[in-house]
Every structure is written in structure tokens, then in C-alpha cells.
């Protein structure tokens, strides 16, 4: 099994240098929890002559918020990148090394490449460039913030294109994750083709049919 696993620091938010910031990525994931569709990560480098307002951890944020700041990290950032891993490389690799895979590759889709990566957490993808893991980063600095909201919105953008495939799931409610109308339209109608069969719950559903 490949490992994407590297040797990195952990910071908090004041062990980070004002230097640090000229050409850092911020790296979060978006979708590691739910029983179904893939896992996403997004890479960016802000631009720092344009502030964005309002940056902040996605979970924190309404759908509309997200989708307006997305908007404008799009369009102001130096560089973004978005990238996933699917649900075969999930259940093939596991939940973990398969966002490590998604890190990687949005890094590494990023049309600047970065002197420096803060990756949100406490693990880290294996990249050409440092790294440096911040706990809570995307409530602490704004690239993986603006990272976060990215990852974000394409995953729940993604899941309504899931829904429309696959109406029955409901995947438009609850994005894929083991909410109590999630697990009742699986035992009803046993797992789609893009739940994770590597999870436990939806395992159990295979078994039990």
C-alpha cells in the first residue's frame, strides 16, 4: 500500500513567520467522514495584496457564504487547485491515506508551486516543498481557510450531482454522511455504486443483504 505519509512540523499560530506567508499553501480536506462519494482536498496561495473578508473554517460558514467567498478566492487567489480521491481509491488505500493522495495531488495542481504548505491537522501528504501541520488551521490561517471553503463547495457541488443520480439517497440532505435518513434509504435500498464499502456501516448493510 502506497503511503503519502511525511516528516513535518507542528506549529501553532505563533510559531509562524510573516515570511512564511510570500508563497504558502494552505491544504485542507473536505469529506472524510461520510459514507459516500469521494474525498476532496483543495491547495491555495493567496494573493497578499488583496484581502478577502470573511475567511473562517467552512464548517463555521453558511452555504451561501461559502459559495460567494469561493467566488473570490477563485478569482483573487495567486493559485488554487482542487483535487480528490474516489471512493475506489477510499476503499482501496483507506479513508486517510486516500486524503493524503487528494493533498498531494492539489498541491501538486497548483499552477504556483509553493515554497511552503500549512496543511490543516496533524498529518501530512509527502510534497516537494516543507510542510508545516497546524492544528486548527483552518480557524487560524486564512490560505487554509480560503482552502477549507474550496474543498468544501466542489464536494457539495459534486454530492447534488450524486443526488441527481441517485435520488432514492437523499445525498442532496445530508452530503453523504450517517445521518438517521442517510442510513435509513441504505438499509432500503442497499448501497450505491458510490458508497464507501470500505465503512463499517455500509459493510454491514452489504452483509445483512
Not at 12 to 28: I, P, T
Request: net charge neutral.
Amino acid at each position: 500500500m502506497p503511503k503519502f505519509s511525511a516528516q513535518v512540523s507542528q506549529v501553532s499560530l505563533f510559531d509562524l513567520k510573516v515570511e512564511d506567508d510570500a508563497y504558502a499553501a494552505g491544504v485542507d480536506e473536505a469529506g472524510r467522514g461520510p459514507l459516500a462519494g469521494d474525498v476532496y482536498a483543495a491547495a491555495v496561495i493567496l494573493d497578499a495584496g488583496y484581502n478577502i473578508d470573511g475567511l473562517a473554517d467552512s464548517k463555521t460558514l453558511s452555504e451561501k457564504k461559502r459559495v460567494l467567498l469561493a467566488e473570490q478566492i477563485k478569482a483573487h487567489a495567486l493559485s488554487w487547485s482542487i483535487a480528490v480521491a474516489t471512493v475506489e481509491e477510499i476503499d482501496r488505500l483507506n479513508i486517510l491515506q486516500a486524503t493524503l493522495l487528494a493533498m498531494k495531488r492539489a498541491v501538486e495542481g497548483l499552477s504556483v508551486q509553493p515554497a511552503l504548505a500549512w496543511v490543516d491537522g496533524n498529518q501530512s501528504p509527502r510534497l516537494s516543498c516543507r510542510v508545516q501541520t497546524v492544528i486548527k488551521g483552518d480557524s487560524l490561517i486564512p490560505a487554509i481557510s480560503a482552502a477549507s471553503i474550496l474543498a468544501k463547495t466542489a464536494r457539495d457541488e459534486d454530492l447534488q450531482r450524486l443526488h441527481l443520480l441517485y435520488p432514492q439517497y437523499a445525498f442532496d440532505q445530508h452530503k453523504g454522511y450517517g445521518t438517521a435518513l442517510h442510513m435509513a434509504r441504505l438499509k432500503q435500498y442497499g448501497p450505491s455504486p458510490v458508497h464507501r464499502r470500505s465503512f463499517a456501516p455500509v459493510r454491514a448493510c452489504l452483509e445483512s443483504k
